[in-house]
């Protein structure tokens, strides 16, 4: 694709003594690397609109030593946190810190660098996350009652770790001066608006036609595929029996309830769950709940019983026995076995 864009020094919407902002991007090892570029390319492409460096930013890691993202890939960084936090004193001052994780983010512990994160915010620089980048803010207590999003395969783990935090399971989250998003490519939505805020429409339309990307999507749109799409299901008292199920993971309803709720018999909600899903509403129900169980293995350390009780059993060798029957392997092997798991985008 050639550089010469015709008429890029006077798009409409891009003052020319707009905004500039100096953003560090810090990378957590086994980061994500579709997040990361997806927060840093739309930057690129802004500055190429423009005709100017709107955007600058810098690469970091703890120790100034290259970073492997989860995919294998090693990237170079251009300073480690010591330094970094030096620039927050000096000419090198970011207007922006972007913390970015991946998987077994919550196995990461880096005291400096938490503190690195919490002077940053004091001195007023905007901290963010990207993909499970809002365990690393949250590690360092930066997002008690503060609105934060994470990728949903994390949610639940993120949830028991830290009930303070304010989360939700939406594409990006803007809570003052705190920016999270849940990875994949919410990390373009999230740095849309950004670009949307800093230079207009006019600048931020040129971005999304440069990225052949057709929609800007909103902070609050669904992570995920809505549960007709994702399941291939279309009746509607399925979806939304379902839908209840899935409300209802700590404390199960029993059957009569959910046929209640939708409006039908306990026969009816059997013979639709056994030709729509091809088994029995109960044992759906058990599978979605050892399911959570095991995102909550892999992803927090929580003590089993206590994911027994956050997933509905009433006791720890029951859910042991129903975990081994589906999974071929007990909770503990599953936990002792996550380091193989790369699971998040």
């Not at 798009?11 to 500039?20: Q, T």
């Not at 930057?43 to 460096?53: D, Q, S, Y």
């Amino acid at each position: 694709m050639s550089d010469d864009l015709t008429g890029t020094h006077s798009v409409v919407g891009a003052p020319l003594d707009g905004p500039r902002r100096t953003i560090v991007f810090l990378l957590v090892p086994n980061f994500s690397m579709i997040a990361f570029a997806n927060a840093i390319e739309p930057l690129r492409i802004a500055n190429r609109i423009v005709g100017r460096e709107i955007y600058r930013w810098r690469l970091t890691s703890t120790d100034g030593q290259p970073v492997a993202a989860s995919n294998g890939v090693t990237c170079a960084v251009q300073s480690g946190v010591e330094a970094e936090r030096r620039n927050l004193t000096g000419g090198g001052r970011p207007s922006m810190i972007f913390a970015c994780a991946g998987v077994f983010v919550e196995e990461f512990h880096d005291k400096a660098l938490f503190s690195y994160l919490r002077e940053s915010h004091q001195r007023g620089v905007s901290v963010g996350g990207l993909c499970t980048g809002a365990w690393v803010l949250a590690r360092a207590g930066l997002l008690s009652g503060r609105r934060c999003a994470i990728h949903w395969e994390n949610l639940a783990g993120f949830t028991e770790a830290f009930p303070l935090a304010d989360v939700y399971a939406d594409l990006f989250e803007i809570d003052h001066n705190i920016y999270t998003c849940a990875g994949g490519t919410a990390s373009l939505d999230m740095m849309l608006a950004l670009i949307r805020e800093d230079l207009g429409d006019g600048v931020l339309n040129k971005v999304c036609e440069q990225a052949l990307t057709d929609r800007v999507r909103g902070s609050h749109d669904r992570q995920r595929l809505p549960l007709r799409a994702r399941l291939g299901v279309q009746h509607a008292k399925v979806v939304r029996a379902i839908e209840i199920m899935e409300a209802n993971l700590a404390d199960p309803l029993s059957l009569a309830e959910i046929a209640y709720h939708v409006g039908l018999s306990r026969r009816q909600v059997e013979r639709l769950f056994e030709r729509e899903m091809g088994l029995s509403p109960a044992r759906y129900y058990l599978e979605m709940r050892l399911d959570r169980a095991r995102h909550l293995l892999r992803q927090s350390q929580m003590p089993i019983v206590e994911i027994a009780i956050a997933c509905g059993f009433v006791s720890a060798s029951h859910f042991a026995k129903c975990y081994r029957e589906l999974h071929a392997r007990s909770p503990q092997q599953e936990r002792a076995g996550r380091q193989g798991v790369a699971s998040v985008a």
